[in-house]
Protein backbone atom coordinates (compact mmCIF):
# COMPACT_ATOMS: atom_id res chain seq x y z
CA UNK A 1 0.00 0.00 0.00
CA UNK A 2 1.13 3.46 -0.66
CA UNK A 3 2.23 4.72 2.66
CA UNK A 4 1.31 8.16 1.79
CA UNK A 5 -2.15 7.10 1.17
CA UNK A 6 -4.70 7.89 4.16
CA UNK A 7 -7.99 4.94 3.85
CA UNK A 8 -11.16 6.58 5.12
CA UNK A 9 -13.29 4.43 6.53
CA UNK A 10 -16.59 6.44 7.02
CA UNK A 11 -19.00 5.15 10.31
CA UNK A 12 -22.17 7.81 9.79
CA UNK A 13 -23.98 4.89 9.12
CA UNK A 14 -23.35 3.13 12.11
CA UNK A 15 -21.64 4.98 14.90
CA UNK A 16 -23.13 8.21 13.48
CA UNK A 17 -26.67 6.48 13.71
CA UNK A 18 -26.05 6.00 17.41
CA UNK A 19 -25.86 9.69 17.62
CA UNK A 20 -28.93 10.87 20.44
CA UNK A 21 -31.99 11.06 18.11
CA UNK A 22 -30.49 9.96 14.98
CA UNK A 23 -32.34 6.76 13.54
CA UNK A 24 -32.20 6.42 10.01
CA UNK A 25 -35.11 4.56 8.03
CA UNK A 26 -33.58 2.23 5.38
CA UNK A 27 -33.80 4.36 2.15
CA UNK A 28 -32.09 7.18 4.14
CA UNK A 29 -29.63 4.68 4.46
CA UNK A 30 -28.77 3.91 1.44
CA UNK A 31 -29.61 7.09 -0.38
CA UNK A 32 -26.26 8.30 2.38
CA UNK A 33 -23.95 5.35 1.11
CA UNK A 34 -24.56 6.63 -2.63
CA UNK A 35 -23.42 9.82 -1.74
CA UNK A 36 -20.75 8.58 0.33
CA UNK A 37 -19.50 6.47 -2.38
CA UNK A 38 -19.45 9.41 -5.03
CA UNK A 39 -17.56 10.87 -2.25
CA UNK A 40 -14.84 8.54 -2.54
CA UNK A 41 -14.74 7.46 1.15
CA UNK A 42 -12.89 3.44 0.88
CA UNK A 43 -14.84 1.62 3.45
CA UNK A 44 -18.38 2.12 4.37
CA UNK A 45 -19.58 1.04 7.89
CA UNK A 46 -23.08 -0.09 6.85
CA UNK A 47 -24.43 -1.39 9.91
CA UNK A 48 -24.10 -3.13 13.59
CA UNK A 49 -26.48 -6.13 12.01
CA UNK A 50 -27.31 -8.41 15.12
CA UNK A 51 -28.91 -5.14 16.96
CA UNK A 52 -31.89 -5.37 14.82
CA UNK A 53 -34.01 -6.80 11.92
CA UNK A 54 -33.58 -2.63 10.36
CA UNK A 55 -29.98 -3.06 10.77
CA UNK A 56 -29.39 -6.07 9.33
CA UNK A 57 -31.57 -5.23 5.99
CA UNK A 58 -29.78 -1.81 5.74
CA UNK A 59 -26.55 -3.39 5.34
CA UNK A 60 -27.81 -5.98 3.21
CA UNK A 61 -29.53 -3.51 1.11
CA UNK A 62 -25.80 -1.78 1.29
CA UNK A 63 -23.71 -4.18 0.28
CA UNK A 64 -26.30 -5.50 -2.60
CA UNK A 65 -26.20 -1.96 -4.39
CA UNK A 66 -22.94 0.19 -3.95
CA UNK A 67 -20.19 -1.83 -5.74
CA UNK A 68 -16.87 0.35 -5.24
CA UNK A 69 -16.55 1.23 -1.24
CA UNK A 70 -15.92 -1.78 0.80
CA UNK A 71 -18.62 -2.22 2.84
CA UNK A 72 -18.12 -3.67 6.51
CA UNK A 73 -20.96 -4.81 8.70
CA UNK A 74 -20.06 -4.30 13.09
CA UNK A 75 -20.01 -7.42 15.34
CA UNK A 76 -19.04 -7.91 18.94
CA UNK A 77 -16.32 -11.22 19.14
CA UNK A 78 -19.75 -13.38 19.46
CA UNK A 79 -20.52 -16.11 17.04
CA UNK A 80 -24.56 -14.76 16.47
CA UNK A 81 -23.18 -11.23 15.95
CA UNK A 82 -20.63 -12.35 13.39
CA UNK A 83 -22.86 -15.10 11.33
CA UNK A 84 -25.73 -12.28 10.75
CA UNK A 85 -22.64 -9.75 10.09
CA UNK A 86 -21.63 -12.65 7.16
CA UNK A 87 -25.40 -13.37 5.73
CA UNK A 88 -25.81 -9.24 5.48
CA UNK A 89 -22.65 -9.15 3.92
CA UNK A 90 -23.12 -12.09 1.75
CA UNK A 91 -23.68 -9.98 -1.81
CA UNK A 92 -21.29 -7.50 -0.79
CA UNK A 93 -18.26 -6.78 -3.63
CA UNK A 94 -15.89 -5.90 -1.39
CA UNK A 95 -16.89 -7.51 2.14
CA UNK A 96 -15.36 -6.83 5.86
CA UNK A 97 -16.20 -7.65 9.19
CA UNK A 98 -15.65 -5.30 11.80
CA UNK A 99 -14.99 -7.44 15.02
CA UNK A 100 -14.64 -5.67 18.81
CA UNK A 101 -14.20 -6.71 22.19
CA UNK A 102 -13.49 -3.92 25.20
CA UNK A 103 -9.59 -4.60 26.45
CA UNK A 104 -9.32 -2.00 29.14
CA UNK A 105 -9.36 -2.64 32.90
CA UNK A 106 -12.76 -0.58 33.48
CA UNK A 107 -14.90 -2.49 30.96
CA UNK A 108 -13.34 -5.86 32.19
CA UNK A 109 -14.10 -5.62 35.62
CA UNK A 110 -17.52 -3.84 35.78
CA UNK A 111 -18.91 -4.86 32.07
CA UNK A 112 -17.82 -8.31 31.14
CA UNK A 113 -16.41 -10.04 34.20
CA UNK A 114 -13.59 -11.23 32.73
CA UNK A 115 -10.12 -11.99 32.69
CA UNK A 116 -7.76 -10.81 29.89
CA UNK A 117 -7.06 -14.27 29.14
CA UNK A 118 -10.49 -14.49 28.33
CA UNK A 119 -11.11 -11.47 26.78
CA UNK A 120 -8.21 -12.45 24.26
CA UNK A 121 -9.73 -15.81 23.80
CA UNK A 122 -12.68 -13.67 22.51
CA UNK A 123 -10.75 -12.00 20.81
CA UNK A 124 -9.04 -14.97 18.77
CA UNK A 125 -12.27 -16.93 18.24
CA UNK A 126 -14.30 -14.17 16.92
CA UNK A 127 -11.62 -12.86 14.33
CA UNK A 128 -11.24 -16.64 13.23
CA UNK A 129 -14.81 -16.98 12.88
CA UNK A 130 -14.92 -13.96 10.77
CA UNK A 131 -12.02 -15.43 8.90
CA UNK A 132 -14.01 -17.95 7.87
CA UNK A 133 -16.42 -16.17 5.57
CA UNK A 134 -13.99 -13.45 4.17
CA UNK A 135 -10.43 -12.54 3.88
CA UNK A 136 -10.59 -8.72 4.96
CA UNK A 137 -11.03 -8.42 9.31
CA UNK A 138 -10.63 -5.39 11.41
CA UNK A 139 -10.54 -5.79 14.96
CA UNK A 140 -11.34 -3.03 17.57
CA UNK A 141 -9.78 -3.44 21.23
CA UNK A 142 -12.66 -1.26 22.58
CA UNK A 143 -11.43 1.41 24.89
CA UNK A 144 -7.86 1.04 23.26
CA UNK A 145 -6.72 4.43 24.98
CA UNK A 146 -8.02 3.92 28.43
CA UNK A 147 -6.11 0.26 28.32
CA UNK A 148 -2.84 -1.27 29.75
CA UNK A 149 -0.46 -0.86 27.42
CA UNK A 150 0.79 -4.95 28.35
CA UNK A 151 -2.43 -6.09 27.25
CA UNK A 152 -3.20 -4.02 24.11
CA UNK A 153 -0.12 -4.92 22.66
CA UNK A 154 -0.35 -8.21 23.65
CA UNK A 155 -3.94 -8.60 21.81
CA UNK A 156 -3.03 -6.77 18.75
CA UNK A 157 -0.30 -8.98 17.94
CA UNK A 158 -2.45 -12.06 18.53
CA UNK A 159 -5.13 -10.68 16.73
CA UNK A 160 -2.91 -9.70 13.81
CA UNK A 161 -1.83 -13.93 14.16
CA UNK A 162 -5.56 -14.90 14.22
CA UNK A 163 -6.12 -13.55 10.57
CA UNK A 164 -7.32 -9.75 11.50
CA UNK A 165 -6.01 -7.31 8.27
CA UNK A 166 -6.75 -4.20 10.05
CA UNK A 167 -6.38 -3.09 13.77
CA UNK A 168 -8.58 -0.26 15.28
CA UNK A 169 -7.49 1.78 17.76
CA UNK A 170 -10.54 3.58 19.27
CA UNK A 171 -10.62 6.35 21.77
CA UNK A 172 -13.81 4.88 22.59
CA UNK A 173 -14.69 7.84 25.63
CA UNK A 174 -12.76 11.02 23.79
CA UNK A 175 -10.41 10.72 26.49
CA UNK A 176 -6.75 10.90 25.41
CA UNK A 177 -5.09 13.96 23.89
CA UNK A 178 -2.79 14.89 20.67
CA UNK A 179 0.60 14.06 22.15
CA UNK A 180 -0.42 10.90 24.44
CA UNK A 181 -2.66 9.45 21.61
CA UNK A 182 0.39 9.75 19.07
CA UNK A 183 2.58 8.40 21.12
CA UNK A 184 0.04 5.34 21.95
CA UNK A 185 0.82 4.95 17.94
CA UNK A 186 4.43 5.39 17.82
CA UNK A 187 4.70 2.47 20.43
CA UNK A 188 2.46 0.02 18.69
CA UNK A 189 4.74 0.41 15.92
CA UNK A 190 7.68 0.13 18.16
CA UNK A 191 6.33 -3.28 20.52
CA UNK A 192 4.52 -4.77 17.54
CA UNK A 193 6.74 -5.39 14.67
CA UNK A 194 4.14 -7.49 12.85
CA UNK A 195 1.80 -4.11 12.73
CA UNK A 196 3.41 -3.67 9.46
CA UNK A 197 1.26 -6.53 7.92
CA UNK A 198 -1.87 -4.97 8.97
CA UNK A 199 -3.70 -1.40 8.34
CA UNK A 200 -3.43 0.49 11.77
CA UNK A 201 -6.57 3.01 12.36
CA UNK A 202 -7.62 4.65 14.58
CA UNK A 203 -11.14 5.94 15.97
CA UNK A 204 -11.18 9.11 17.91
CA UNK A 205 -14.71 10.88 20.04
CA UNK A 206 -14.89 13.78 20.84
CA UNK A 207 -15.88 13.81 24.10
CA UNK A 208 -13.06 16.68 24.98
CA UNK A 209 -13.65 18.16 21.53
CA UNK A 210 -10.08 16.60 20.45
CA UNK A 211 -11.25 13.96 18.17
CA UNK A 212 -9.50 15.68 15.21
CA UNK A 213 -6.80 16.76 16.38
CA UNK A 214 -6.24 12.99 18.15
CA UNK A 215 -6.91 11.91 14.81
CA UNK A 216 -4.12 13.90 13.42
CA UNK A 217 -1.56 13.24 15.67
CA UNK A 218 -1.95 9.50 14.92
CA UNK A 219 -1.62 10.37 10.98
CA UNK A 220 1.26 12.01 11.41
CA UNK A 221 2.74 9.06 13.72
CA UNK A 222 1.71 6.65 10.84
CA UNK A 223 -1.42 5.61 11.10
CA UNK A 224 -2.58 4.45 7.56
CA UNK A 225 -6.78 4.73 8.23
CA UNK A 226 -8.86 7.03 9.89
CA UNK A 227 -12.53 6.32 10.80
CA UNK A 228 -14.89 9.40 10.49
CA UNK A 229 -18.43 10.32 10.31
CA UNK A 230 -19.60 13.48 7.87
CA UNK A 231 -20.47 16.34 10.44
CA UNK A 232 -18.83 14.42 13.30
CA UNK A 233 -22.29 13.16 14.60
CA UNK A 234 -21.94 9.69 16.87
CA UNK A 235 -22.08 8.42 20.60
CA UNK A 236 -22.40 11.48 22.86
CA UNK A 237 -20.86 14.17 21.55
CA UNK A 238 -19.54 12.55 18.33
CA UNK A 239 -16.78 11.43 16.30
CA UNK A 240 -13.97 12.95 14.83
CA UNK A 241 -15.75 14.88 11.55
CA UNK A 242 -14.88 13.80 8.07
CA UNK A 243 -14.66 16.88 6.61
CA UNK A 244 -12.75 18.69 9.36
CA UNK A 245 -9.80 16.34 9.06
CA UNK A 246 -9.95 15.98 5.17
CA UNK A 247 -9.60 19.45 4.04
CA UNK A 248 -6.62 19.87 6.91
CA UNK A 249 -4.63 16.93 5.11
CA UNK A 250 -5.59 19.02 1.70
CA UNK A 251 -4.55 22.62 2.98
CA UNK A 252 -1.99 21.43 4.45
CA UNK A 253 -0.70 19.13 2.17
CA UNK A 254 3.05 20.09 2.52
CA UNK A 255 2.78 19.89 6.32
CA UNK A 256 1.36 16.01 6.21
CA UNK A 257 2.08 14.62 3.24
CA UNK A 258 -0.90 12.63 2.85
CA UNK A 259 -3.52 11.65 0.32
CA UNK A 260 -7.56 10.45 0.54
CA UNK A 261 -9.65 9.35 -2.12
CA UNK A 262 -12.39 12.37 -1.48
CA UNK A 263 -13.68 13.76 -4.09
CA UNK A 264 -13.80 17.28 -1.88
CA UNK A 265 -16.08 18.98 -4.28
CA UNK A 266 -18.70 16.43 -2.89
CA UNK A 267 -18.35 17.37 0.39
CA UNK A 268 -20.96 20.41 1.04
CA UNK A 269 -23.79 18.11 -0.81
CA UNK A 270 -22.33 15.34 1.53
CA UNK A 271 -23.00 17.26 4.85
CA UNK A 272 -26.52 18.64 3.61
CA UNK A 273 -28.24 15.37 3.10
CA UNK A 274 -26.54 13.85 6.08
CA UNK A 275 -28.34 16.43 7.96
CA UNK A 276 -31.46 16.40 6.32
CA UNK A 277 -32.05 12.88 6.85
CA UNK A 278 -30.67 12.61 10.02
CA UNK A 279 -32.20 16.00 11.22
CA UNK A 280 -28.94 17.25 13.32
CA UNK A 281 -28.34 20.37 12.45
CA UNK A 282 -24.92 21.57 11.68
CA UNK A 283 -24.08 24.82 13.65
CA UNK A 284 -23.19 28.04 11.54
CA UNK A 285 -19.89 27.76 13.06
CA UNK A 286 -19.06 24.69 12.26
CA UNK A 287 -15.63 24.30 10.54
CA UNK A 288 -15.43 23.99 6.63
CA UNK A 289 -19.51 22.52 6.34
CA UNK A 290 -21.40 25.41 8.68
CA UNK A 291 -23.14 28.17 7.03
CA UNK A 292 -20.97 31.00 8.27
CA UNK A 293 -17.48 29.20 7.57
CA UNK A 294 -17.10 31.26 4.42
CA UNK A 295 -18.85 34.27 5.68
CA UNK A 296 -16.89 37.77 6.31
CA UNK A 297 -18.78 39.99 8.34
CA UNK A 298 -15.83 42.51 9.30
CA UNK A 299 -15.38 45.54 6.93
CA UNK A 300 -11.92 45.24 6.83
CA UNK A 301 -11.85 41.63 6.08
CA UNK A 302 -14.26 42.29 3.04
CA UNK A 303 -12.56 44.79 2.06
CA UNK A 304 -8.94 42.68 1.85
CA UNK A 305 -11.03 39.53 0.55
CA UNK A 306 -12.11 42.01 -2.53
CA UNK A 307 -8.25 42.62 -3.43
CA UNK A 308 -7.17 39.05 -2.20
CA UNK A 309 -9.35 36.23 -1.85
CA UNK A 310 -6.24 34.34 0.45
CA UNK A 311 -5.87 37.31 2.87
CA UNK A 312 -8.54 35.68 5.03
CA UNK A 313 -9.40 32.71 3.22
CA UNK A 314 -6.93 29.77 3.42
CA UNK A 315 -9.60 27.53 1.59
CA UNK A 316 -11.10 27.94 -1.77
CA UNK A 317 -15.32 27.38 -0.93
CA UNK A 318 -15.45 26.11 -4.18
CA UNK A 319 -13.00 22.91 -3.53
CA UNK A 320 -15.43 22.03 -0.82
CA UNK A 321 -18.90 22.33 -3.00
CA UNK A 322 -20.10 25.64 -1.78
CA UNK A 323 -21.81 27.98 -4.37
CA UNK A 324 -23.03 25.77 -5.98
CA UNK A 325 -26.52 26.39 -5.04
CA UNK A 326 -27.96 27.59 -7.94
CA UNK A 327 -31.49 28.72 -9.24
CA UNK A 328 -32.96 25.91 -11.31
CA UNK A 329 -36.41 26.09 -11.95
CA UNK A 330 -39.64 27.59 -11.81
CA UNK A 331 -43.23 27.84 -12.08
CA UNK A 332 -43.50 26.18 -15.56
CA UNK A 333 -40.58 24.12 -15.31
CA UNK A 334 -41.84 20.45 -16.09
CA UNK A 335 -41.77 17.03 -14.49
CA UNK A 336 -38.70 16.33 -17.47
CA UNK A 337 -36.98 19.40 -16.10
CA UNK A 338 -37.28 18.39 -12.28
CA UNK A 339 -36.56 15.01 -13.38
CA UNK A 340 -33.13 16.25 -14.79
CA UNK A 341 -32.05 18.28 -11.71
CA UNK A 342 -32.76 16.23 -9.39
CA UNK A 343 -30.67 13.54 -11.48
CA UNK A 344 -27.75 15.96 -11.72
CA UNK A 345 -28.06 16.29 -8.13
CA UNK A 346 -27.16 12.76 -7.86
CA UNK A 347 -30.98 12.04 -6.82
CA UNK A 348 -32.38 8.94 -8.74
CA UNK A 349 -36.11 8.44 -7.64
CA UNK A 350 -38.66 6.10 -8.29
CA UNK A 351 -41.04 7.15 -10.80
CA UNK A 352 -43.78 7.92 -7.94
CA UNK A 353 -41.15 9.67 -5.99
CA UNK A 354 -40.97 12.07 -8.58
CA UNK A 355 -44.24 12.38 -8.78
CA UNK A 356 -45.09 13.10 -5.51
CA UNK A 357 -42.11 16.13 -5.60
CA UNK A 358 -43.22 17.51 -8.11
CA UNK A 359 -46.59 17.81 -6.94
CA UNK A 360 -44.90 20.04 -3.80
CA UNK A 361 -42.17 20.94 -6.18
CA UNK A 362 -45.17 23.13 -7.79
CA UNK A 363 -46.79 24.37 -4.75
CA UNK A 364 -43.10 25.50 -3.89
CA UNK A 365 -42.80 27.44 -7.10
CA UNK A 366 -46.67 28.53 -6.93
CA UNK A 367 -45.16 30.74 -3.65
CA UNK A 368 -41.73 31.52 -4.54
CA UNK A 369 -40.74 32.05 -8.09
CA UNK A 370 -37.61 30.59 -8.11
CA UNK A 371 -36.57 27.21 -6.69
CA UNK A 372 -33.13 26.86 -5.65
CA UNK A 373 -31.03 23.28 -5.07
CA UNK A 374 -31.28 23.32 -1.23
CA UNK A 375 -35.04 23.76 -1.78
CA UNK A 376 -35.08 20.29 -3.66
CA UNK A 377 -32.59 18.56 -1.53
CA UNK A 378 -35.42 19.25 1.07
CA UNK A 379 -38.00 18.29 -0.95
CA UNK A 380 -35.94 14.60 -1.64
CA UNK A 381 -35.26 14.29 2.15
CA UNK A 382 -39.14 14.51 2.84
CA UNK A 383 -39.73 11.72 0.57
CA UNK A 384 -36.36 9.84 1.83
CA UNK A 385 -37.91 10.12 5.34
CA UNK A 386 -41.13 9.38 4.19
CA UNK A 387 -42.64 6.42 6.11
CA UNK A 388 -45.95 4.98 6.35
CA UNK A 389 -48.15 7.91 6.88
CA UNK A 390 -50.78 6.83 9.49
CA UNK A 391 -51.70 10.46 10.21
CA UNK A 392 -51.61 12.98 6.91
CA UNK A 393 -52.33 16.83 7.21
CA UNK A 394 -55.65 17.54 5.09
CA UNK A 395 -55.36 21.53 6.15
CA UNK A 396 -54.57 23.81 8.97
CA UNK A 397 -56.03 27.14 9.84
CA UNK A 398 -54.29 29.59 12.06
CA UNK A 399 -55.41 32.53 13.84
CA UNK A 400 -52.96 34.93 15.96
CA UNK A 401 -51.53 38.45 16.57
CA UNK A 402 -50.23 40.70 19.17
CA UNK A 403 -53.81 40.88 20.80
CA UNK A 404 -55.57 37.39 19.99
CA UNK A 405 -55.40 33.87 21.91
CA UNK A 406 -53.24 32.08 19.27
CA UNK A 407 -55.73 29.08 18.02
CA UNK A 408 -55.10 26.45 15.19
CA UNK A 409 -57.62 24.40 13.81
CA UNK A 410 -56.20 21.21 12.22
CA UNK A 411 -57.76 18.38 10.10
CA UNK A 412 -55.89 14.58 9.67
CA UNK A 413 -56.49 12.21 7.67
CA UNK A 414 -56.13 9.05 9.48
CA UNK A 415 -57.21 6.11 7.50
CA UNK A 416 -59.80 6.50 5.21
CA UNK A 417 -61.53 8.98 7.76
CA UNK A 418 -60.71 12.84 8.43
CA UNK A 419 -60.80 14.10 11.92
CA UNK A 420 -60.43 18.09 13.05
CA UNK A 421 -59.87 19.58 15.99
CA UNK A 422 -58.89 23.14 17.74
CA UNK A 423 -56.82 24.02 20.17
CA UNK A 424 -55.23 27.33 21.81
CA UNK A 425 -51.27 27.70 22.99
CA UNK A 426 -48.94 30.09 23.75
CA UNK A 427 -48.29 31.04 20.18
CA UNK A 428 -49.17 29.56 16.46
CA UNK A 429 -47.09 26.74 16.48
CA UNK A 430 -48.12 25.33 20.01
CA UNK A 431 -51.70 25.74 19.06
CA UNK A 432 -51.02 23.64 16.40
CA UNK A 433 -48.98 21.17 18.26
CA UNK A 434 -51.78 21.31 20.87
CA UNK A 435 -54.73 21.17 18.09
CA UNK A 436 -52.86 17.91 16.56
CA UNK A 437 -52.25 15.72 20.40
CA UNK A 438 -55.57 16.53 20.95
CA UNK A 439 -56.58 14.32 17.53
CA UNK A 440 -54.02 11.91 17.68
CA UNK A 441 -54.81 11.59 21.59
CA UNK A 442 -51.20 10.26 22.17
CA UNK A 443 -49.33 12.55 25.15
CA UNK A 444 -46.09 13.21 23.89
CA UNK A 445 -43.41 15.87 25.00
CA UNK A 446 -41.78 18.15 22.81
CA UNK A 447 -37.72 18.26 23.64
CA UNK A 448 -36.55 19.74 20.75
CA UNK A 449 -37.85 22.23 17.86
CA UNK A 450 -35.49 24.09 15.48
CA UNK A 451 -35.69 26.17 12.59
CA UNK A 452 -33.57 26.69 10.29
CA UNK A 453 -33.88 29.20 6.71
CA UNK A 454 -32.60 26.77 3.84
CA UNK A 455 -32.14 29.43 1.10
CA UNK A 456 -31.91 32.99 1.47
CA UNK A 457 -34.79 35.88 1.07
CA UNK A 458 -38.08 36.38 1.98
CA UNK A 459 -39.55 33.48 0.19
CA UNK A 460 -37.17 30.98 1.43
CA UNK A 461 -37.85 27.25 2.34
CA UNK A 462 -37.99 26.84 5.99
CA UNK A 463 -36.62 23.55 7.40
CA UNK A 464 -38.12 23.03 10.99
CA UNK A 465 -36.99 19.55 13.19
CA UNK A 466 -38.62 18.47 15.90
CA UNK A 467 -38.05 15.68 19.00
CA UNK A 468 -40.76 14.51 20.27
CA UNK A 469 -40.41 12.25 23.75
CA UNK A 470 -42.89 9.30 25.13
CA UNK A 471 -42.02 6.26 27.15
CA UNK A 472 -38.17 7.20 27.07
CA UNK A 473 -38.22 6.73 23.84
CA UNK A 474 -37.37 9.80 21.18
CA UNK A 475 -38.82 10.37 17.58
CA UNK A 476 -37.17 12.87 15.68
CA UNK A 477 -39.72 14.69 12.42
CA UNK A 478 -38.86 17.56 9.66
CA UNK A 479 -40.54 19.37 7.39
CA UNK A 480 -39.69 21.75 5.17
CA UNK A 481 -42.35 24.56 3.80
CA UNK A 482 -41.98 28.54 2.86
CA UNK A 483 -44.49 28.48 5.55
CA UNK A 484 -42.82 28.24 9.01
CA UNK A 485 -46.24 27.12 10.55
CA UNK A 486 -46.59 24.59 7.46
CA UNK A 487 -42.63 23.16 8.03
CA UNK A 488 -43.29 22.85 12.06
CA UNK A 489 -47.33 20.92 11.55
CA UNK A 490 -45.18 18.49 8.95
CA UNK A 491 -42.29 17.75 11.24
CA UNK A 492 -44.67 17.19 14.68
CA UNK A 493 -46.86 14.61 12.21
CA UNK A 494 -43.63 13.22 10.57
CA UNK A 495 -42.22 12.43 14.20
CA UNK A 496 -45.75 11.52 15.46
CA UNK A 497 -45.33 9.04 12.24
CA UNK A 498 -42.62 7.52 13.36
CA UNK A 499 -43.82 7.10 16.55
CA UNK A 500 -46.42 5.23 15.03
CA UNK A 501 -44.59 3.20 12.93
CA UNK A 502 -42.62 1.81 16.06
CA UNK A 503 -45.43 1.01 17.94
CA UNK A 504 -47.07 -1.16 15.61
CA UNK A 505 -43.88 -2.72 14.55
CA UNK A 506 -43.87 -3.87 18.13
CA UNK A 507 -47.47 -4.42 18.44
O1 LIG B 1 -15.99 3.82 19.89
C1 LIG B 1 -15.76 2.62 19.77
O2 LIG B 1 -14.98 2.00 20.49
C2 LIG B 1 -16.47 1.92 18.70
C3 LIG B 1 -16.00 0.54 18.41
C4 LIG B 1 -17.11 -0.35 18.05
C5 LIG B 1 -14.94 0.59 17.36
O3 LIG B 1 -17.32 2.49 18.06
ZN1 LIG C 1 -17.15 4.70 18.31
New binding site residues.
Partial sequence: MDPDRILVFD?TLR?GE?APGASLPIDAKLAIAVQLSKLGVDIIEAGFPVSSEAQFEATRLIAQKIREPIICGLARCVDIDIDKAAAALEKAARPRIHTFVATSKIHLEKKFRKSEDEVLEMAVKGIKRAKGYFDDIEFSPEDSARTGKEFLFRIIETAITSGATTINI?D?VGYSNPEEFGQLIDEIFIHIPSIKQAVLSV?C?NDLGLAVANTLAAIRRGANQI?VTVNGI??RAG?ASLEEIIMSLKTRESFYGKKTNIHTQEIVKTSRLVSHLTGIIVQPNKAIVGANAFAHESGIHQDAMLKDSLTYEIMNPADIGWGETRIVLGRHSGRHGLKKRLEDLGYHLSSEGIDRIYERFLEIADKKKEVFDADLDALVSDENQAIEEAYRLEYFHILSGNQAVPTATISLEIGEQKFQDAAVGDGPVDAAFNAIDKIIGKPVRLIDYSLQALTSGKNAMGEVHVTISTNGQKFTGRGASTDVIEASIRAYIHAHNKLKHSTTQHD
Fill in positions: TDQPTHHEGEN
